[in-house]
């Protein structure tokens, strides 16, 4: 898959956002012209660092985007949106903090003119020094905590749980993929150098790990709907960090991306019907009512399914390109991780098949315009997404997407 494919896309679903944001939100407060703006600045910064080589504007556009996505957070007016406003930009600020004193190291260490990754790449190989070692230190550690790694993905919980639905599907749904890119060329750079003792890329991985771990312990202990979706998230977010550390070939990395894109922007906007239509995000609250809309339960649970285990889903055919990917470079401990997926579904159809035994519940009539529009563009992701896994399957049948 080509870049311009996968700018495409995500340029396409940005927009479709924006229509929901406009004309199909529950809050009046969001249909003013504001807020429709700070969403295109958002988009805007997160897609053009999509396209630059260079590593300091790269910086510039993703550090610009958390001050715009923590202005969309506030959206909900709420005290708990308000805290995750400040968590999102104080704990991302820091993160990107720490990656921009890297930078400057990597900057004076490679002893070139310019951050153009494609030029440091080369003069790192050459500049095996300390300082270029604590420069690719620091920026992977801060950048991994944009993207939610361990240690710093509290922030991710709060975000995605107390925001508008449609403010954590755009959050959740751009903000990976530039964090990736990011950090790809990073540890490819780190595996040219020699480490003494543990290279910054090996505990990246095993942070990325521990993220899958926690993600599934707190899958299990959560029953909040919200969160639920947020734990998902975050364990996309960990075997994200592990696929990166494999640097895969570019057409697969833009593949992998997209569908994480596709992917989060489904399942926010499935959790967003479920939540307009039970009133309440407890579920032992939504399972006591007694009632639920089955189409839109039915929904939600197909997004769930998708975004773990559902054979057609790119998430699958993702879990067959990394398992591919480690396998071919001897990292027999693969298989391990991807065991993880299935123990989170099952943990999913534990807390949410009792849902399936409740009565049908009827649309609210103040509502039913305002989900008649989500449900058609949550079904029209869905529909991407099949169409995507069906276009993976035909790469690896054809052998066309791995080149192994």
Not at 209 to 236: E, G, M, P, Q, V
Not at 368 to 383: E, V
Request: charged share 15%.
């Amino acid at each position: 898959m080509k870049l311009e494919i996968f700018a495409g896309l995500a340029i396409y679903t940005g927009l479709t956002l924006t229509f929901l944001f406009i004309f199909a939100n529950t809050r009046e407060k969001g249909r003013t012209i504001f807020w429709p703006l700070i969403i295109l600045l958002f988009l805007s910064t997160i897609i053009g660092s999509f396209f630059t080589k260079d590593m300091g504007l790269q910086w510039v556009l993703i550090e610009a985007s958390t001050l715009s996505g923590a202005v969309l957070i506030s959206t909900a007016k709420t005290e708990r949106s308000m805290k995750a406003a400040w968590k999102f930009l104080l704990m991302n600020s820091y993160g990107l903090g720490i990656a921009f004193i890297g930078l400057l190291f990597i900057f004076y260490g490679s002893t070139v003119k310019g951050l153009n990754r494609e030029l440091v790449s080369q003069s790192v190989n050459e500049h095996d020094t300390l300082i270029v070692h604590v420069g690719i230190w620091f920026t992977l550690f801060g950048y991994s905590a944009k993207l939610g790694i361990f240690p710093n993905y509290s922030w991710v919980g709060d975000t995605y749980a107390d925001s508008q639905s449609l403010v954590s599907a755009l959050i959740a749904s751009f903000v990976p993929p530039a964090v990736s890119l990011a950090i790809y060329p990073l540890i490819q750079m780190d595996k040219t150098l020699q480490h003494k003792y543990i290279s910054p890329s090996t505990v990246f991985v095993i942070f990325s790990f521990i993220t899958i771990l926690y993600s599934i312990w707190k899958l299990y202990h959560t029953n909040d709907i919200r969160r639920l979706s947020a734990k998902i998230a975050l364990f996309h977010s960990g075997l994200l960090g592990v696929i990166l550390y494999f640097s895969p070939e570019m057409e697969i990395l833009y593949y992998i991306l997209l569908t994480v894109l596709l992917v989060k922007t489904m399942l926010f906007l499935s959790l967003g019907l479920l939540r307009m239509n039970t009133k309440t995000r407890d579920l032992p609250e939504i399972i006591k009512s007694g009632s639920i809309h089955k189409g839109i339960l039915y929904v939600f649970l197909f997004a769930v399914f998708i975004s773990l285990s559902f054979p057609l889903s790119p998430v699958f055919i993702s879990d067959i390109l990394l398992l591919f990917t480690g396998l071919a470079r001897n990292a027999y401990w693969v298989p391990f991780i991807l065991f993880s997926g299935p123990i989170s579904f099952a943990i999913l159809i534990y807390k949410l098949l009792p849902l399936c035994n409740l009565s049908d519940k009827a649309i609210n009539e103040k509502d039913k315009k305002i989900i008649k529009i989500r449900y058609i563009a949550t079904l029209h992701f869905m529909i991407l997404i099949i169409l995507l896994g069906t276009y993976g399957v035909y790469k690896i049948q054809f052998g066309e997407i791995f080149h192994g």
